[in-house]
């Protein structure tokens, strides 16, 4: 079972925002962590999109739209994707991890589906 | 531009060996800790193992703890991945990724089959 809990699905109309989570179990606090996002389409491997850790710490991979964007709630012990103006291109399964030490630790990916 | 190209894959029985290869360019090599992560067919990722810039540091999944080995030779840019007694449920494409403060670049898989 996946460290990390995030959604088996969502979906949004093209245009409209998605708000992807990530939530890390108890004992691993947010807060200590870049959450780091990726974006898998069939058949292809795994494209890095972006780090959050805070406002003041953060990056997107290269060649990522700003339209990707991360953030965390901290009281929810969540890391969060946020995807703007959606487009049919962005459909596909979503993968969050984090990298305490060696393991990384991944989530069991959300499939997004732009209606 | 930045290239990782796996090799190895293939179909074997259940407590065989394999060894996957993985040739990196487009970057300097020696400055990374590389890593190795798996997808078994439908499901999500897996992280398998990891080795430190200098090749001297590995770490291993509790799943393959053991059984397989990761090793790194800089002066050829290759990342290997020793894996014994094969199980059924190692069956997965396996992908050499770099890490996401090196750019977060990823092959395109070698597909790994363990069946009798």
């Known amino acids: 079972q996946p460290v990390l809990t995030q959604p088996p699905s969502s979906s949004a109309s093209p245009g409209e925002s998605a708000r992807l989570t990530c939530t890390l179990p108890?004992?691993?606090?947010?807060?200590?962590?870049?959450i780091y996002w990726y974006q898998q389409k069939p058949g292809s491997p795994p494209r890095y999109l972006l780090y959050y850790n805070s406002d003041s710490d953060k990056g997107q991979g290269s060649g990522v739209p700003s339209r990707f964007s991360g953030s965390k709630d901290a009281s929810a012990n969540t890391g969060i994707l946020l995807i703007s103006g959606l487009q049919s291109e962005d459909e596909g399964d979503y993968y969050c991890m984090i990298w305490p030490n060696n393991p990384w630790l991944f989530g069991g990916g959300t499939k997004l589906t732009v209606l | 531009q930045v290239q990782l190209v796996e090799s190895g894959g293939g179909v074997v029985q259940p407590g065989r060996s394999l060894r996957l290869s993985c040739v990196a360019s487009?970057?300097?090599?020696?400055?990374?800790?590389m890593h190795w992560v798996r997808q078994a067919p439908g499901k999500g990722l897996e992280w398998v193992a990891g080795?430190?810039?200098?090749?001297?540091?590995?770490y291993f999944a509790d799943s393959v703890k053991g059984r397989f080995t990761i090793s790194k030779d800089n002066s050829k840019n290759t990342l290997f991945l020793q894996m014994n007694s094969l199980k059924v449920e190692d069956t997965a494409v396996y992908y050499c990724?770099?890490?996401?403060?090196?750019?977060?670049?990823w092959g395109q898989g070698t597909l790994v089959t363990v069946s009798s």
């Open positions: 990724a770099g890490p996401p403060t090196g750019g977060g670049y």
């Open positions: 487009g970057f300097t090599f020696s400055d990374y800790g």
């Open positions: 080795i430190s810039y200098d090749g001297i540091n590995k």
């Open positions: 108890s004992d691993i606090n947010v807060r200590n962590y870049n």
